[in-house]
């Protein structure tokens, strides 16, 4: 998980595996030590991510309420393939938002 700030208040998040069960467990501390650390906004980046399961969901969901909870946001970039289709199904961009830019993270923020 390779992480960027490209502006201030953004922490962009590169998920370079599937969002399975065998990939969330490591990948779950990672994220929590994240909202721990840090008090930007989060962005993942799904550009490399082919497949996720309800597991990878949860993490997903988890980040979200614990950022929610402390005023701060979180965002889905570039999601496409299966868990596009999948998170849809599920609505989860009823709750958090895909994006295909930074600049739209940009907006939504400042609107």
């Known amino acids: ?7 201030d208040g953004i922490i962009v998040l590169q ?7 065998e990939h969330v467990v490591s990948l779950q501390p990672r994220l929590e030590s994240l909202v721990d ?5 989060i ?3 799904f550009s490399n991510v082919s497949f996720i399961d309800s597991t990878g969901i949860g993490a997903i969901v988890f980040l979200f309420k ?10 889905l970039l570039k999601v496409s393939g299966q868990p ?3 998170m849809t ?15 739209e993270c940009d907006a939504s923020r400042s609107a």
Do not use: C, G
């Open 89 to 103: 199904m599920l609505r989860v961009e009823n709750a958090i938002p895909f994006i295909e830019n930074i600049t």
């Open 1 to 7: 998980m390779e992480m960027s700030r490209p502006h």
């Open 43 to 45: 962005i993942l980046d």
């Open 66 to 75: 614990r950022l929610t909870s402390q005023r701060r946001t979180l965002s």
């Open 84 to 86: 596009y289709k999948l």
């Open 15 to 21: 998920i370079a595996t599937d969002l399975d069960t």
């Open 37 to 41: 650390e840090h008090t930007e906004n």
